[in-house]
């Protein structure tokens, strides 16, 4: 009988080696493409950038500005000796974007987020963030660009300079409960929109990721900046009102590829420039220089059909003007002007019960939703009975 093969490998030992060599070959090509990068030395350790952050902690705090322990230069992780997985610990959570941290205003204990911009990239980023965040635009109430709070010039780089804005959550969080608010949602950024446009400004990019809101009232003790759905403290969920309860307004963020333009010039034209969505039908047909206002359009009725009409039900009532938005030509689009008139007339053709209805996601499984429906239903005979309006209105 011949030995056994004992040089032979298990089904889970080539896997492993399968694995290790993927991952060899992926950690080649990142450092290939990025260099060489610091990545952690242990579970829940400083990550890809955040050592940036470290080394200016102390800068920060001369400006005012105060960053979790976490970015502390004398931190120490908080887990190891203990019993808590370090996935469990407030300060183990990795950026999940380098360039972007929050951070307290000392003064008043205010939470804000810090933009890293390099201006060598973006040269027009902060000049058209300061414009629109300037008075008297700054106090009209149809203005939804992020303000900004201040700028700071990074010390021995004059090619970075810091945003200091509020702190936001993405527009979709925590999910919307009626059509009445998703309607609020709608009329915000068409008004947003007409405002830049007034403006003479383009955003260029007003794709779902940049489009956030103002949790301040919705969150009265707020929530981890990484962990959204946590307490600042990872101490359990974080508590928060619905948008009928306490309306939010919605900003429009990173100006990045933006332009401002002269109104003396005409109507401006610019070669085609891709952001988050890569559908926009007049960037895939020619390399053409175009007008980006309708551009613009196009991004927010792209945001509503993934978004809204495809993603939840109920929401045909916005087929025709969403239609009209991502339409191919871009000179038969409507402007922005127009869609909040449009907007307006919807909004009037629809009635209460169905801007108090609940809105369901496509995918949602029955008995969560059963679940959600009950607390749904709760409030809405509140709402009836206090006579809270259907469609929320942001003070």
Known sequence: MPAPDTTKKSKKERRVEETARQDAELDEIARRVFGDIKMPDFPGGLGTGESWWVEHYLWLKDCGYLLRSRYAPDWVPSWPGTNKDWQDSEDARCLKNSTILDATRIKDGTFVTLKQIRTSKHPYEVDIARFLSSEPLASDPQNHCVPIYDVLQVPDEDDRVLLVMPLLREYSSPRFDTFGEAVDFFKQIFEGLRFMHKHHVAHRDCMGLNIMLDPSKMYPNSFHPIEHSLKRDYSGRARYLTRTQCPPKYYFIDFGISRRYDPMDGSPLEDPIWGGDKTVPEFHKSSDACNPFPTDVYYLGSLIRKDFLQARVGFEFMNGLVSEMVQDDPAKRPTADELVV?????????????????????????????YRGVGHWIRRMNYIASRTPAVPVCR
């Not at 209460?352 to 209805?357: D, E, I, N, V, Y």
């Open 342 to 370: 449009r907007l307006d007339e919807i909004t009037q053709s629809l009635s209460s019960w169905k801007l108090r209805a609940r809105v369901v996601k496509a995918d949602d499984i029955w008995p969560l939703g059963f």
